[in-house]
């Protein structure tokens, strides 16, 4: 394997909209030219979202774009795929996520070091608008107080 970038794709969106309660790390079934194009960083994780499907837990809204150099063997960019997770992170999962209020949320897409591709997933529950500036004032001042200490 040739020496790669540590490719990681951050769903902003999610951390700004959500308080993310408890995260969890999923493996996800992709195809071959699904990897290739992930490997190169063409991925957008913006409005996705988990849900579940007979027992078993899926992502809606990754796309990923289509690779360069594949043909008539290329995927859909915007397909549902599954998460791999064991059956008790699935129970205790889609208990939480029956409850009113909360959401499963994709919040990464990352390639680990054997080379495998996860998602890092969290329990939400969404922010009020005053929620949400008041996590931009506690941002800034944090990036204040890091800028003091260099």
Known sequence: MTDQKNITIRNKRATFDYEIIEQWTAGIVLTGTEIKSLRLGKASLVDSYCFFDRGELWLRGLNISLYHWGTYNNHQPKRDRKLLLNAKELRKMERAGQDVGLTIAALKI????????????????????????????EKDAKREIERVHR
């Open 110 to 137: 990352f390639i680990n070091e054997r080379g495998l591709a996860k998602v890092a997933i969290g329990l939400a529950r969404g922010r009020k608008s005053y929620d949400k500036r008041e996590y931009l004032k």
